[in-house]
């Protein structure tokens, strides 16, 4: 069985998204979850995650693509 180098780059993606919005949730839940309340910081954690985690993901596998076929 082969594996495909976009469906390596696809899961990649997928588990980037994945750690920025857990890591977003987290980090909201430890700085304002006394002030905002859990869910509320940790839903706006999440949103800040993805806004800062994406962009990140996407250059590194942009990188790593053009890299690969160099």
Known sequence: M???LLVILLLALVAGI?????????????IGGAALGKQLAAQLGGLYGLLAGVPG???????LFFMQSA
């Not at 994945?18 to 430890?30: C, E, H, I, P, R």
């Not at 993901?57 to 990188?63: D, E, F, H, R, S």
């Open 57 to 63: 993901v996407v250059m590194g596998l942009a990188v």
């Open 18 to 30: 994945a750690g920025a919005l857990v890591g977003g949730a987290l980090s909201g839940l430890k």
């Open 2 to 4: 082969e594996v495909n």
